[in-house]
């Protein structure tokens, strides 16, 4: 609780709509007993008198009836009103949906056509014709209101509790032999509270609107009580000759409606997971660079990465993802970049053209050269122009890494004409060849598909042929087939080795899979806790691993054709990469680890096997 | 497509027909009965009783909404007793009205709402989205009927660069340029909350859309940083926006109703209001039966322009 | 040995393009009728790419899906109505996804105890010491009882997922790819823990996972599924040394192995299940495939000792 009011306050506006609110909401509590003129009482001698005039501090109105006090009351009520309808279409809305949700199939077909057909009125409509059955009247306008807000509640809550119905902890609980009544009430509607709370303060100033609305029309509330709706009607035919009428109960109405939507915008934010840790920041075109010092070049390489540093800036907390990553790539050669989930693998590669997102995203040192020049913080332009043609990338999930909406072709023909001015219909051939390339059949007519219409196979060939578009040198592949099945990541493999062969290619193969990279791989790196462990030739490291945690990866993985065996599991965890310990990130979970393992920093020592270890299984 | 129109236009039908008996079942629930309301209180029973007859009110309810559903399928919607003209001929004068100023004002909202809500993202946390942002929650809180009689009060009675009310200039004028000049604030003052709320929303689903793993491919193709936003992010983007479009089509349809009120726009929603008032009930639901329908229609053009966008939808 | 699980042509048919009434759009045959037999103690791996039906078939023998058709028997006992408390006592779940199948809004105490009360009526001091023997039994400090799903790593929320189907205490524990949503240094923790579980508690396993290699370590008995069929059965130190389908052969050859050449690049695809061939379904990727394969669709049948495959030209060892 405590948390979510800081992070309320921590964003101003709500802060600001809350404070605006609470004043508001106070003067109407404090109304019956604040020294006020009667709200009714009538005084035709002192009509229209202005504001800040005598005893009547914001004047009166076209009854002389004094205008602070009908504001309060109408305030009161007008708050009420608005509360009582979002509450009541919220949780009305939230039950029709939660059990239209939870139970599927006919429940939630024949409820949702209902819904759907009271959706297909515009929805002042139903409120007009609500109140047309009921008659004109607050409470009526306040049902009617109401009533036609639940369809859209209903829908959205339906929407979210459909996601909830499908996890496996409702699974989970129904083996647990619990029953339906008590999944909905104990497993359900928890899950399902933050989004009503969001849905209501969200709505809660549009129920306002929607009331004051429906009494400024005459509909809500009926002289001599009035609402702030029915003010505004009311002063609506001295709008010229006393304008003072208009607009004193009109600016309470946005300062309210303003005041709730901060509010609830704020309790939207920190309510929603993802936003609360700052995940729906926008990525900009290129990672932010924030590099106090240029490290000099260690050596050769076509593409060189020296001292690479990326950390992801979250709140107060800093992931150091890639911490002093150095790399390099030789024309033509295949280097496997290996270790586990979190290790630093995908920012390291991404970091290389600056797509990393940013924010949260930083690269805080180091440099990237590609034929000796830095990439590391330069133009836009010119790492524009490098992407896709210089350096190329394949990703993991083709379904998502390629766009939904445009055919495949299109996609292609894009990736070639933004390096290169060409005609559309040369292009086209092109993009036709280039699915020939990676072995699509029938690629004439396939150029016309869209990414859904192929399988996960098919796909990643297109993000192949798509990375193959511009004939770049370097090919980073991250993880392509680790979304696929084996028998189509065989396929995806041979694709990309033959391909490497014939045109040369040098590749930066990123992969959790030993076998993968000991089939495909001349070299390869080790990464654990965002840096580089071992290095060396693949063949040499698989046999004889120098680094602790190389060996026991590679012992704790089965491999094919072992048969059944224990497995020589390694206790602990990786690190979390903001609380990396000094010195060695492995120590904690190293049984060779002594004192001097937990101190300072350990080099990464070697000629062409380097590792980063005190005590090496082998010299490297 | 061609199918697929077909298809959707078929699955309005239902809707519609359930439309009518919502209609129909809240309007034979008004209490009292019409006879009483159109002869007066002090008409004697049997004037009372020979005028239900007359209306066909002594039928069974069932064969009353077939009756009132043949009738409007020929075209007739019955006699307002309050204007004593038939409903169907009230309806179209005042809904070409409301259709013109609905109409620029949801296209205003959806041009100015999708193009703000796309530079907000695109510049998020910088100036453009700080000061869009705040336009955006002033927008969608004052109530479009204040906003309105403010515009009137600066615009027309201040500055008197815009006519206060109406629709043409009672002498004179009726050509296009009057037109213009009367529609230019209602259409603002209603499109306002709306621009508000696509705004947002496009904004939020550009946010979404812009964290996206394809986005990143775009990106590493080299594709221009303009061409990524207006181009990859807001075309992805629109398949959430456009559903939010047509709900707004609604809301602008309902706004239309103070607006015509405030600025005396000749338009439906006036009527309807007025119609309430005095309890005309046969305008009143042939009022509603046929802007839902219209609204219906709309949002056939809605969904069909979806299916073209997202080809994911099954055509 | 005795049985402990028994299935009898078990299938189901997904509908797919509901409508409010009359009959649905198309049909997608899931599962095909699949009959096995597990032996108490017993460790069954299955094996299959994704969409294969693996995960419909795990859950149709907890009672999570009814089954179109076909019957289920457990310990001798016939279970054939869908319903998950029923089935709760005798068979348990471990999910794929450890985090999302843990309530986020509820302690992992909370989550631990509705087994126990609603299965075994358990209360009090009773209660308190089964959940202490069973977070004892997966190497999980105590204290983490009070606290929430997100505050734990894959591994550890593996570990609560298996604590609680323990609650239950079941015969039999069906594994749903347990270890392939986790980080590779802990897989092995988890494997060998179940290791250890299946011998303390005398359980019954079924293990369903794509990767060959993990499969071929825990289990006695291996069952290859394509395309909602059971295509091969047999001893695990056989299966994949010495297939005798082509597609497991397939599956064995495409397997990455340090050492071994790139290879097993066949191209073709899994048919389209809304519009399935007749005859074999491997047939279009088949190198034995005859008209015969195209015309009849192949039993699963013995083809030597205990190795089973439905194929009409079984491989040779
Ligand atoms: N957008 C982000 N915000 C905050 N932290 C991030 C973000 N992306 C990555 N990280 C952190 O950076 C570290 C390295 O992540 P990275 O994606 O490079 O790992 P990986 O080795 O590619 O793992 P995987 O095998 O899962 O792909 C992780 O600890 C992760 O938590
Ligand atoms: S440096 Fe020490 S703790 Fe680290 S891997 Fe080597 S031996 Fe183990
Ligand atoms: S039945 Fe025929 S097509 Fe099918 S796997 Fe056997 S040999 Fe191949
Ligand atoms: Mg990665």
Redesign the interface.
């Known amino acids: 609780m405590s948390l979510f009011l800081k992070l309320l306050f921590r964003n101003r506006l709500a802060g600001f709509g809350a404070v605006v609110l609470g004043v508001i909401v106070l003067l109407a509590l404090l109304t019956p007993i604040l020294p006020l003129h009667p709200p009714n009482e009538t005084n035709t001698a002192n009509r229209y008198l202005r504001p800040l005039s005598d005893g009547h501090l914001l004047g009166t109105d076209h009854l002389g009836r004094d205008l602070l006090s009908r504001l309060l009351w109408g305030t009161r009520l007008s708050l009420a009103v608005g509360f009582a309808a979002a509450l009541i279409a919220g949780l009305a809305g939230a039950a029709i949906g939660v059990i239209a949700g939870y139970f599927g199939g006919r429940t939630d077909n024949v409820t949702m056509r209902g819904i759907d057909m009271l959706m297909a009125f515009p929805y002042i409509l139903l409120a007009l014709a609500i109140v047309a059955v009921l008659g004109p009247g607050l409470l009526n306008a306040l049902i009617a209101v109401a009533v036609v807000n639940i369809p859209f509640f209903a829908r959205n809550i339906r929407g979210v509790t459909v996601g909830i119905a499908h996890r496996e902890f409702i699974d989970a609980a129904r083996l647990a032999g619990m029953g339906h009544t008590r999944i909905l009430l104990t497993e359900v509607v928890p899950n399902i509270v933050p989004v009503v709370v969001i849905a209501m303060s969200t709505t809660i100033g549009w129920m306002i609107l929607e009331t004051a609305g429906l009494s400024f029309l005459g509909l809500g509330s009926q002289p001599p009580q009035a609402d702030l709706g029915s003010m505004l009607g009311e002063a609506r035919s001295a709008l010229i000759t006393a304008p003072h009428t208009s607009i004193v109960p009109g600016v309470m109405i946005l300062l309210i409606v303003m005041s709730v939507n901060l509010l609830g915008d704020g309790i939207r934010d920190a309510l929603d997971p993802r936003l609360r840790s700052g995940a729906l920041a926008r990525p900009m075109a290129a990672t932010r660079v924030e590099r106090r010092e240029v490290p000099a070049a260690q050596g050769e390489g076509f593409l060189r990465i020296d001292a690479l540093e990326t950390q992801f800036q979250v709140g107060r907390r800093i992931y150091k993802a890639v911490n002093k990553v150095s790399l390099d790539l030789q024309p033509g050669e295949c280097l496997g970049l290996i270790g586990e989930s979190g290790s630093g693998k995908s920012v390291t590669a991404l970091s290389v053209m600056g797509l990393v997102a940013s924010p949260p995203g930083v690269i805080t040192g180091g440099a990237v050269r590609l034929e000796g020049k830095d990439l590391i913080g330069a133009p836009y332009e010119l790492l524009r122009s490098l992407r896709g043609r210089k350096v190329a990338y394949i990703f993991q999930d083709p379904l998502s890494t390629l766009h939904p909406l445009y055919r495949i072709g299109d996609q292609l023909i894009e990736a070639i004409r933004v390096h290169e001015p060409v005609s559309h219909g040369e292009a086209h051939k092109r993009a036709v060849k280039l699915l020939e390339d990676v072995r699509i059949p029938n690629a004439a007519a396939r150029v016309r598909a869209y990414p859904h219409e192929l399988s996960g196979g098919m796909r990643q060939r297109v993000g192949i042929a798509m990375a193959l578009a511009n004939d770049p040198d370097i090919i980073i592949a991250d993880e392509p087939t680790t979304a696929l099945d084996v028998t189509v990541q065989a396929q995806i493999l041979a694709l990309l080795d033959e391909l490497r062969q014939r045109r040369g290619l040098a590749i930066l193969f990123i992969t959790h899979d030993f076998g993968v990279v000991g089939q495909l791989c001349d070299r390869v790196a080790v990464m654990y806790g965002g840096r580089i462990v071992e290095t060396g030739p693949t063949q040499d490291v698989l046999e004889g691993p120098a680094h602790p945690y190389t060996k026991r990866l590679i012992a704790c993985v089965p491999e094919l054709g072992g048969g059944r065996r224990i497995l020589a599991a390694i206790p602990g965890l990786p690190p979390a990469v903001d609380q990396l310990p000094e010195g060695c990130a492995f120590a904690p979970r190293c049984d060779k680890a002594q004192d001097a393992c937990r101190r300072g920093e350990i080099e990464l020592k070697g000629e062409t096997r380097k590792v980063r270890c005190l005590y090496p299984e082998v010299a490297p | 497509m061609g199918g697929y129109i077909l298809k959707r236009l078929l699955s309005a039908i239902p809707v519609l027909l359930g439309i009518t008996v919502i209609v129909f079942l809240i309007m034979a629930m008004i209490p009292g009965d019409p006879a009483t309301a159109i002869l007066g209180s002090y008409a004697t029973p049997e004037n009372v009783a020979r005028l239900n007859r007359f209306l066909g009110l002594d039928e069974p309810l069932w064969r009353q909404y077939f009756i009132w559903l043949g009738n409007m399928l020929q075209g007739d919607f019955g006699r307002s007793f309050a204007l004593n003209r038939p409903v169907l001929d009230e309806i179209l004068d005042r809904f070409s009205a409301t259709l013109i100023l609905a109409g620029t004002a949801f296209v205003l909202c959806a041009l100015l709402g999708v193009i703000a809500g796309t530079i907000s993202a695109a510049r998020q946390y910088g100036f453009a989205d700080k000061a869009i942002t705040f336009v955006v929650i002033l927008g969608i809180s004052v109530p479009s009927f204040f906003l309105g009689m403010m515009m009137i009060l600066i615009f027309a009675v201040q500055l008197r660069w815009f006519p206060v009310s109406g629709m043409y200039s009672i002498w004179g004028g009726g050509d296009l340029p009057d037109l213009i000049r009367h529609l230019t604030m209602p259409a603002i003052a209603l499109s306002v909350v709306a621009t508000g709320v696509v705004a947002r929303l496009s904004r939020g689903a550009m946010l979404e859309v812009l964290r996206q793993d394809f986005i990143r491919t775009a990106r590493a193709k080299g594709v221009h940083e303009r061409r990524v936003i207006w181009g990859h992010a807001l075309r992805a983007a629109m398949v959430s926006i456009i559903p939010v479009l047509g709900i707004q089509a609604g809301f602008v349809l309902s706004g239309a109703v103070y607006i015509e009120m405030v600025f005396q726009w000749p338009g439906v929603g006036r009527m309807l209001v007025d119609a309430i008032l005095k309890r005309d009930i046969l305008l009143v639901q042939g009022g509603v039966v046929f802007i839902a329908a219209c609204y219906v229609g709309f949002n056939i053009v809605v969904d069909v322009a979806q299916a073209w966008l997202d080809p994911r939808i099954k055509t | 040995m005795t049985l402990a699980l028994k299935t009898t042509d078990l299938a189901k048919t997904f509908d797919i393009g509901?409508r409010?009434i009359g009959p649905p759009r198309a049909q997608v045959h899931a599962v095909h009728p699949v009959s096995l037999d597990v032996q108490t103690g017993e460790t069954l791996g299955i094996v299959g790419?994704?969409g294969c039906g693996k995960s419909t078939l795990a859950?149709m023998l907890?009672?999570?899906e009814p089954p179109t058709s076909g019957s289920i028997e457990i310990e001798g006992r016939a279970l054939d109505r869908a319903d998950?408390?029923a089935?709760?006592r005798l068979i348990?779940?471990v999910?794929?996804?450890p985090v999302?199948?843990?309530?986020?809004?509820?302690t992992i105490r909370q989550i631990m105890e509705?087994?126990l009360r609603?299965?075994h009526g358990m209360r009090g001091q009773a209660l308190d010491d089964r959940i202490a023997e069973l977070f004892e039994a997966v190497n999980l400090r105590p204290e983490f009882l009070t606290r929430y799903p997100h505050e734990f790593?894959g591994?550890q929320a593996q570990r609560i997922?298996i604590a609680?189907?323990l609650?239950?205490s079941p015969r039999i524990l069906i594994l749903d790819e347990p270890v392939s949503a986790l980080?590779?240094?802990?897989?092995?923790?988890v494997?060998?823990l179940l290791?250890d579980l299946k011998a303390e508690f005398n359980l019954t396993y079924l293990f369903i996972s794509?990767d060959?290699?993990?499969v071929?370590?825990?289990?006695?008995r291996i069952a290859v599924l394509y395309f909602g069929s059971v295509v091969e059965t047999g001893p695990?130190?056989k299966v994949?040394?010495a297939p005798r389908h082509p597609y497991t052969r397939?599956?064995?050859?495409?397997?990455?192995?340090?050492?071994?050449?790139?290879?097993?690049?066949?191209?073709g695809?899994?048919p389209d299940p809304l519009n399935p061939p007749p005859g074999c379904a491997f047939a279009g990727r088949c190198p034995r495939a005859s008209d015969l394969c195209r015309r009849e669709v192949p039993a699963l049948r013995k083809i030597e000792g205990d190795q089973f495959a439905a194929c009409h030209h079984p491989l040779e060892p």
């Open positions: 509901k409010l790419e994704s859950r907890v009672g999570l998950p408390a089935f709760g348990q779940y999910f794929q996804d999302s199948s843990l309530n986020p809004r509820k509705v087994p609603l299965l790593s591994g997922g609680r189907a609650a239950a980080d590779v240094s802990v897989q092995a923790q494997l060998n290791a794509h060959l290699a993990v071929e370590a825990v289990s006695d695990a130190e994949f040394a397939l599956l064995a050859e495409s397997a990455p192995v340090v050492g071994r050449p790139l290879g097993g690049a066949q191209s695809e899994l």
